[in-house]
C-alpha cells in the first residue's frame, strides 16, 4: 500500500511524515537527513501486510522560486535505506511560515483516517488498505502538528521518537 508520505529512519526506527502535495514533508525529510536520519522517501512510504515500511528511494524534488531541485541523500550527507523498517512514529505536521512547533498526540483512529486521506488504493481498495493502517496506527504513536521551518522542527521530531525508544 502506497500512502503519500516522506520517510525517514533514525536509529533503526522509521518515521512516517504523511500529506498532500506543497504540505512541506520534502523540506521536513531534507532537514533530517541534513541531521544524520537515513532516507527512505519524500514521496511514498510503501507499507507490507506486516506493518513494514519499505524504502523508495527516488532523488529528492525539493522547490523554491528557481523551480525543483534534485537531491540524492548523498547530497545532503547520508545514505538510503536497504531494509523494510517497523513504522515507530507517524508525525503529520501542517507546515505554516511564522508557526512553532506545536504537536498534540491522536488516536489510533484518527490516525487511521489521516493516512487514509494520503493512501493511494484507498478508493479501489479500501479494505486493504485498512489493514494495512489499521496495523501501522496500532503499534506506532501518531502526532498532529504544526510547524514551521524543517530545520526548526528536527529536534522535537527526534524528541517524540527517542521518548518512545
Given at each position: 500500500v502506497f500512502v503519500h508520505a516522506g520517510v525517514v529512519a533514525w536509529k533503526g526506527r522509521a518515521i512516517l511524515l504523511p500529506g498532500r502535495t506543497f504540505s512541506g514533508k520534502t523540506s521536513l525529510v531534507a532537514a533530517l537527513l541534513r541531521r544524520g536520519a537515513i532516507y527512505y522517501s519524500d514521496e511514498y512510504a510503501v507499507l507490507d501486510a506486516d506493518g513494514k515500511v519499505h524504502p523508495y528511494a527516488r532523488p529528492l524534488q525539493v522547490r523554491s522560486e528557481r523551480g525543483v531541485r534534485l537531491f540524492t541523500?548523498?547530497?545532503?550527507?547520508?545514505?538510503?535505506?536497504?531494509?523494510?523498517?517497523?513504522?515507530?512514529?507517524?508525525?503529520?505536521?501542517?507546515?505554516?511560515?511564522?508557526?512553532?512547533?506545536?504537536?498534540?498526540?491522536?488516536?489510533?483512529?484518527?490516525?487511521?483516517?489521516?493516512?487514509?486521506?494520503?493512501?493511494?488504493?484507498?478508493?479501489?481498495?479500501?479494505?486493504?488498505?485498512?489493514?494495512?493502517?489499521?496495523?501501522?496506527?496500532?503499534?506506532?504513536?501518531?502526532?498532529?502538528?504544526?510547524?514551521?521551518?524543517?530545520?526548526?522542527?528536527?529536534?522535537?521530531?527526534?524528541?517524540?521518537?527517542?521518548?518512545?525508544?
Open positions: 541523500p548523498c547530497m545532503l550527507g547520508t545514505t538510503a535505506g536497504s531494509e523494510a523498517l517497523d513504522v515507530s512514529l507517524l508525525v503529520f505536521a501542517r507546515f505554516q511560515a511564522t508557526s512553532t512547533w506545536r504537536a498534540r498526540p491522536i488516536s489510533p483512529g484518527n490516525a487511521v483516517l489521516r493516512l487514509l486521506a494520503n493512501t493511494v488504493c484507498a478508493r479501489k481498495r479500501p479494505h486493504e488498505a485498512l489493514a494495512y493502517l489499521r496495523l501501522v496506527a496500532m503499534n506506532a504513536p501518531a502526532f498532529c502538528a504544526v510547524r514551521g521551518e524543517g530545520d526548526h522542527a528536527v529536534s522535537p521530531v527526534l524528541d517524540l521518537l527517542t521518548e518512545r525508544l
